[in-house]
């Protein structure tokens, strides 16, 4: 089966190319960045909140192809790619989590960027402790 999927938007960061990118859970304080929705998806943002914190799945456009053991920058060891967050995988999704600060328009601004400019976003949802199963404790610093 092949899945066909429409961008609902594009990220508009600071960050132009993989090398000015932060790396892998170090996403810069204070940095911030936008995502620009297509007018068409823009009804579906109404609700966002400023300050509410995110879940943004977008596809890493600019990775070419995909390797199913990789070095983890966590643990400095080769692991299975689905043990790690590199953006070479089979089919290429990121998962970022973000803080909105303002909606301008059709513009989420948000903090906790780690996208390349240009990255098409594919998803938003909301955040929060319920994303746990009930009989798995959140960490201790789990956001509300
Ligand atoms: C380690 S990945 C983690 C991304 C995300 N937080 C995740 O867990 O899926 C972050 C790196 O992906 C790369 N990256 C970001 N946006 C990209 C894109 N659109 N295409 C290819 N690589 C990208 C950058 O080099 C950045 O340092």
């Known amino acids: 089966m092949e899945i066909l999927m429409k961008p609902i938007g594009y990220i508009r960061s600071p960050y132009k190319d993989k ?6 859970g170090t996403p810069s304080e204070g ?26 799945l977008f596809y890493f456009h600019k990775s070419e192809g995909y390797k199913l053991t990789t070095l983890s920058a966590k643990s400095n060891k080769i692991m299975g790619v689905f043990s790690t967050r590199s953006p070479n995988r089979p089919n290429g999704i ?7 600060i303002k ?9 906790g960027v780690d996208m390349l400019d240009g990255t098409p976003v594919l998803d ?21």
């Open 103 to 111: 909606k301008e328009n059709n513009r989420l601004i948000f903090e």
């Open 19 to 24: 090398t000015a990118a932060p790396k892998q």
């Open 124 to 144: 938003i949802k909301p955040y929060s402790k319920e994303l746990c199963p009930k009989d798995i404790a959140p960490p201790k610093d789990f956001l509300s």
């Open 31 to 56: 940095t911030t960045a936008a995502i620009e929705i297509l007018e068409e998806y823009k009804e579906g943002i109404a609700d966002i909140k400023e300050g509410e914190y995110g879940i943004i």
């Open 94 to 100: 990121g998962m970022s989590i973000v803080r909105f």
